[in-house]
Every structure is written in C-alpha cells, then in structure tokens.
C-alpha cells in the first residue's frame, strides 16, 4: 500500500509518500518563514492562503518520483489539532485527491503523527517507551504502549517550550522562526551565566510551565536593554538551558516511573541540539536507550502523517468525506504513573 501524507497545520506546507512498512519514499516540505517573518510569528489568514497557493505543486513533487498521483493507494492528511483555516487546506485537497480516485483516505491527529516519526527510523524504538513531543504549540510527555495506545503523563500549563523561545528571541530582537535563531545566537554562551527560574521542580511533577521564564528574561532585559556579544551570547545560552534542562530531566523521570525502556523526543523542539545532547547524556545516565529523529523529521512534515496514516489504514481503518477537522484533539488520557509498566525493554544504544 503506497500512502500519500498531506500536511497543513500550521506553517509548513508538505507531502509526503510511504510505502509498506512504513518506509519513506519522498518528503516535500515548503516553509512558510519568509511570509510571516515580518509579523514575528504565525498569522493564521496568511498561513492558509501561502497552502492554497503552494500545495498542488508540493503533492506533484512528492509523487512524481513513484509514478504520478495514479500510483497512490490511500491519502493521509493531517485533521487536528491546528489551525482550522490551514488545515481545511490539506483535509479538502485530500478528500478530493480520494473521491476523483476512489481510494480511502483518513485523517491524523498531528501528535501522533510526531510520536510516529520513529517509524521512519531504520532502527525505530521499541515499545513501551516515553515520547516527549515538544514543539511551538505542544509540550507532552506521553507513555507510548503501542502504536495506537498513548497515556498523558504531563504537559505544559501555559505556554509551550517552542513557543518560550520564539517569545524570548522576539524579546531580544532576533527575529524569526526564534527557537533556530536563539540556539544559533547561543553558540560559545555560558549556559550557567544566568540562573533564569525552572517551574514545577517537584518530583513528583510531570507537568511544565514556561511562562515565568519569559517574565524573568523580560525583567533582566528592563536593566540590560543593549545585549550585544557574549552578554548576549550569555543569556541566550542560559534560556535555552533553562528550557532544556526541564525538558530532559522531566522526560528521563517519566521513563524511570513507569518502567519503559527508553525515551523518544519528537516535535520542531528537538532539532536543538543542546537538548539532543542533554537528553542522551541523561538517558545515559539512567540506563534508559534515547531516540533523537533527523532534524527533517522533527518539525513539522508530511512523512510522519504518511507514517501513522499507513499503520492505520493498513488496519483497514479510513474516513468517510463527512469527517471535517478539529482545532483540539487530544492524544490520550490522563495515566496513573503509580502504575508501572510491564515488560520493561532496553534499546543497546541511541538512535541519531
């Protein structure tokens, strides 16, 4: 079964094409960066309008090198959560891709679709693990018993760790996307310069919280509002550890709770590297395996939805054109991690 994945969400306009297994065969991505750079962020009218004028030719690049739409199977498309106006986009031109065909189509929920990014792997995950899905609108940490079988264990009370960098790199003047340019303004910083606030410290915690960092970085900049050189170079450094430093050590704690094997992180988040490293070096320590996707398959893309639509249309599951999308659309439930998992299995070592 050759799958097409449609991915309009939010910023990226992509396509994608799996064959059996998953494996991927081709991974379109167009961004959007240079159309709201001028505004500092994403605005939902503009996003929409650049995947009207941009998909078409994204889909015919991806299925050209199989042979032309002709050769698909059944089309995948992202249908939540996202912005509804971006993801009528895709979830329409996929409808119409499988009606003119008359092939099934199904829609994706788009933190599965993160979480299946490992699928792509040569090496993918073992199962049970944690999957700590971390990006510009979501930060979650997931107990992942199967494909299909997801468990909250925690996730942000205000604002997500992409969207902490993004707010801090525009207090600073950096510009956008501002995750990217902070960590690049970060380089050859010292990340204990400046002791920015971690929220929710507490053990027994799974949740995050980030808002407080940006008031801290906002109150610094009121008495230093001309950072330049390695004063910048400084406090970016030491946002980005203050932000990573939660995120692995909450993420490596989950794994140990539950009893999983290991932890894989997904999202626009863990292309950064300092918490790549961070969080392999934790797992490490703990005799916990880690899995860190290629960076293409870390922000958002149409390969992963390709994934998890052929693992679950392969089921036999599909939509029928009533289905429409969804602006919320949780993935799993609340779990006791009093409760550990059973079968505990172990990975030899890091995927990269």
């Known amino acids: 079964m050759r799958v097409l994945g449609i991915e309009t969400s939010c910023d990226e306009t992509a396509a994608a094409v799996v064959d059996d297994g998953p494996k991927l065969v081709t991974n379109v991505i ?23 004028a941009r998909l078409v030719d994204i889909i015919e690049q991806a299925v050209a090198p199989v042979g032309g739409i002709q050769t698909i199977d059944a089309v995948a498309v992202t249908r939540g959560p996202g912005l509804v106006g971006a993801l009528l986009v895709g979830v329409q031109m996929a409808k119409g891709i499988a009606l003119a065909r008359g092939i099934p189509w199904l829609g994706v929920n ?12 040569d090496r993918p995950p073992t199962y049970p693990h944690v999957a700590l899905v ?19 264990l925690g996730g942000t009370r205000d604002d997500a760790a992409g969207e902490a960098f993004d707010k801090v790199a525009k207090l600073l003047g950096l510009g956008y996307p501002g995750g990217a340019l902070l960590e690049r303004a970060a380089i050859g910083g010292n990340p204990a310069a400046i002791d920015f606030p971690r929220a929710l410290r507490q053990r027994a915690s799974l949740e995050f919280s980030f808002s407080g960092l940006k008031t801290s970085v906002a109150s610094y900049l009121r008495e230093r509002p001309q950072l330049e050189g390695r004063e910048l170079a400084d406090l970016c450094a030491s946002v980005q550890e203050a932000i990573v430093d939660v995120l692995s050590a909450k993420a490596v704690r989950a794994a140990k709770r539950i009893g999983a094997g290991g932890v894989a992180v997904a999202g626009g988040v863990a292309a950064n590297g300092r918490l790549r490293t961070l969080l392999e070096e934790r797992c490490a320590g703990a005799g916990l395996w880690c899995f860190v996707p290629p960076k293409v398959l870390c922000t958002d893309n149409a390969a992963m939805i390709a994934a998890a639509g052929w693992m679950r249309l392969s089921r036999g599951e599909h939509d029928d054109f009533a289905t429409s999308v969804t602006s919320r659309w949780p993935l799993g439930n609340a779990l006791d991690t009093r409760v550990r998992i059973k079968n505990r299995k172990t990975k030899p070592e890091a995927v990269r």
């Open 30 to 52: 167009h961004s959007q960066n240079s159309a709201h750079a001028r505004f500092g962020g994403v605005v939902p009218e503009v996003a929409s309008r650049e995947h009207v």
């Open 134 to 152: 971390v990006s510009g609108g979501h930060t979650h940490l997931y107990a992942v018993r199967n494909f299909g079988d997801y468990a909250l």
């Open 110 to 121: 788009h933190l599965e679709g993160h979480v299946a990014a490992a699928l792509l792997a």
